[in-house]
């Protein structure tokens, strides 16, 4: 039986991927040797860091002053990693609360500087992106969540700020064209459209660095991994090889914009499925929807159909499909590598479901 993978993360990579990653762990470029045993500083794994740092360059268009560094310890250490480089003692950072991570990211920024929560959906189960939110000009950057993996939501499009952005991008990057200039910092877990759980993209404007008085630990300076081009210590091998094999997939393809067509297209195939199904219904505003992450929920007085429903998903491939408790329902998670095929299976499952028990 086919099988597609709905799961927030660790989540769907292309097959092509997982058959060429599958490879380098047995007998790397025919070496002889798998991969996992070969030295991180000999010819064949700086060749395949060099090129994953080129890819994301290429891919986002990255301008002149910014780094590309391949860290670990996800987009967990980035919530206080971030504010620890960029905000000293006395400086205010703004953030907005957008769902379960940006709190997160607040709750950690607080141990290093002043932190000024410009706005909040979260009395309204963070089922929207706050609009029209005034920022401050004297803060020392703007901490936004791009996409909320638990409720559904999605900047489509940035607010302008006069300082600049810190973003966690984890789950959206690369999944359509970003411009670059207003972020300072941005940061991503691999774990949604880029490789494996392991390894941590953050991509940093090198000019913001080395402006706080405080000491920085040696492995908590992203300037340490600047200078080092992300080898100070030894790195996440296989995870950084199966994210350039994820790169060199998305630029066969066509880029973020192309990908950003297949997303729009995938993710409205669900959609109106979902508002036309009389028993499901989205929970996120409509015009914040995520192109990443569906949520939805039974419809009132088909609640106790959402076991059967889960079942069915299951019994048909269709895996990774319950809900956050934040939320509950489903959710779909149909990051770049999910082909529309699994969508349109899991549309018609709906739809089928739909005829039996409506």
Request: aromatic residues 10%.
């Amino acid at each position: 039986m086919k099988k597609y993978n709905f799961s927030p993360g660790p989540a769907i990579l292309p097959a092509s991927v997982f058959k060429e990653a599958a490879k380098g762990i047995v007998n790397y470029q025919d070496s002889g040797l798998s991969l996992l045993e070969m030295s991180h500083r000999g010819p064949e794994f700086t060749a395949i860091i060099e090129e994953a740092t080129a890819l994301v360059k290429e891919l986002m268009n990255l301008p002149a002053g910014y780094e590309v560094l391949w860290l670990t310890g996800g987009a967990s250490t980035q919530f206080f990693m971030a504010p620890m480089n960029l905000l000293d003692a006395g400086e205010t950072a703004a953030y907005v609360d957008t769902g379960t991570w940006a709190n997160k990211a607040i709750k950690e920024a607080k141990a290093f500087g002043n932190v000024q929560v410009l706005a909040s959906s979260k009395e309204q189960n963070y089922n929207h992106i706050p609009k029209g939110v005034k920022i401050p000009k004297d803060v020392k950057y703007l901490h936004l969540t791009s996409n909320n993996t638990i409720f559904g939501t999605q900047y489509h499009k940035f607010p302008k700020s006069p300082a600049p952005i810190v973003c966690d991008m984890s789950s959206d990057f690369l999944s359509r064209p970003v411009d670059v200039a207003p972020f300072g910092l941005i940061y991503a877990g691999a774990q949604k459209n880029l490789g494996p759980s392991g390894v941590t993209v953050v991509i940093v404007r090198e000019d913001l660095l080395g402006k706080v008085n405080r000491h920085l630990p040696s492995m908590l300076d992203y300037r340490t991994f600047i200078k080092e081009q992300s080898m100070y210590n030894t790195p996440p091998v296989f995870p950084v090889y199966v994210s350039m094999l994820t790169l060199r997939w998305l630029k066969k393809l066509g880029g973020t914009k192309v990908m950003q067509r297949r997303n729009k297209l995938k993710a409205g195939l669900l959609y109106d499925e979902i508002d036309a199904n009389p028993l499901f219904v989205g929970t996120a505003a409509r015009e914040d929807r995520s192109l990443m992450n569906a949520c939805f929920v039974m419809n009132k007085g088909y609640e106790s159909l959402e076991k059967e429903f889960l079942a069915l998903c299951e019994n048909n491939g269709l895996v990774g499909l319950k809900g956050h408790r934040s939320v509950g329902g489903f959710r779909a998670s149909i990051y770049n590598a999910m082909p529309k095929q699994g969508v349109q299976a899991l549309a018609e499952l709906m739809r089928d479901f739909a005829t039996k028990k409506g």
